[in-house]
């Protein structure tokens, strides 16, 4: 835990900063996360720093399109690089927020381009990915659903039509509509449900594997379900709300950005010169790219940070479960991720 005012660290049970006196009321762990960022002296330069690098990575690889033939060459391989070290940024992230249950002195001034911190992020990204597939499942039998029911409604109408006629073939092809709609919308929603809850217990078993120091950790369900099913609300808070906050800045300035694209290209249009409106363009997309780069490396600092407060105040039990579970310890590991890893 750090000071509000002064930004030391303290005890968890403390009710004073012991550096400077200030009293201690304890926050929500997205807003203690935040006041981390901002408060705690050095660490908002140190998480613009790290949320910059795939960013400017991605500008400068989008911006050299300018450049013919290199530029097409070079821009594929940046944009891979910027892709690297986001993965990277999101392994930074969780082990910032797995040292508040651990405090196993993760260097945070580190260089962020770590294999350990890309494989890391590589499986958390790999976990929330797989999870979300799954969780889209009941929305593509959904759209499986339209079609199918598009070819029975045809058949619906076909039959009434030969049989009743005309209002029976009406009444049987809205009849078979209304199932169809009431069956997509429930698929759709049970979809965006699972989407939810998914991406909630995939945070909490990144950092489960990441307070452990195991990989297996990620996939104790039965231990990461005991804690993750006593604190949803805070957890929703800690998990989804930095990407639903950040997500929607987000969307206001790309929205923006593609207005001003939008009148390049059709001045593009109208006055039949390509060239200074092709490079005005890039310049557009490769900001709109800088701008999404940016937000998810930032909005992974935040988010992670919260997590880890989330799993140090109600789930303290997985700090200890290295010391007893030895047959679910990894040979050779010594109890930290980078070990593992």
């Known amino acids: 835990m750090f000071c509000n005012k002064c930004g030391a660290q303290m005890e968890d049970t403390a009710k004073f900063c012991p550096a400077c006196g200030a009293p201690f009321y304890m926050k929500g762990c997205l807003a203690q996360a935040f006041e981390d960022i901002t408060k705690v002296p050095g660490v908002m330069k140190r998480v613009l720093q790290i949320a910059f690098l795939p960013a400017i990575i991605a500008l400068v690889s989008l911006l050299v399109l300018i450049i013919p033939i290199i530029g097409w060459v070079a821009c594929p391989i940046g944009l891979v690089l910027s892709w690297i070290a986001g993965i990277c940024c999101n392994g930074y992230a969780i082990e910032w927020g797995r040292e508040l249950s651990r405090g196993r002195g993760f260097d945070t001034s580190g260089t962020i381009l770590r294999t350990s911190l890309f494989s890391l992020g590589f499986f958390s990204s790999s976990l929330s990915g797989v999870l979300s597939i799954i969780a889209l499942l009941p929305s593509l039998i959904a759209q499986l659903l339209v079609l ?140 709109i790219i800088f701008a999404v780069a940016f937000v998810g490396a930032f909005t992974s600092m935040l988010k992670y940070r919260a997590v880890g407060y989330w799993a140090q105040r109600y789930a303290p039990e997985w700090v200890h479960e290295g010391d007893t579970d030895y047959a679910f310890k990894l040979p050779g590991a010594t109890g930290t991720v980078d070990a593992v890893l």
């Not at 909490?204 to 379900?225: D, Q, Y």
Request: overall charge positive; aromatic content about 10%; charged content about 5%.
């Open 148 to 287: 199918l029911g598009g070819a029975a409604g045809i058949g619906a109408v076909a039959y009434s039509s030969y049989s009743y006629g005309y209002e029976g073939a009406a009444s049987g092809l809205s009849g078979v509509l209304l199932i169809i709609m009431l069956l997509t919308f429930v698929l759709n929603i049970a979809s965006f449900a699972l989407s939810i809850l998914f991406t909630m217990f995939s945070d909490a078993a990144v950092m489960h594997l990441a307070v452990t120091g195991r990989v297996e950790s990620a996939f104790a369900f039965g231990k990461i379900w005991k804690s993750y099913k006593k604190q949803l609300g805070k957890l929703f808070c800690a998990s989804l709300l930095p990407g639903i906050i950040t997500g929607a800045i987000l969307a206001v300035v790309v929205l923006i950005l593609l207005g001003i694209l939008i009148a390049i290209l059709a001045g593009v249009s109208h006055s039949g010169g390509f060239f200074g409106g092709g490079i005005g363009a890039i310049l557009i997309i490769a900001l």
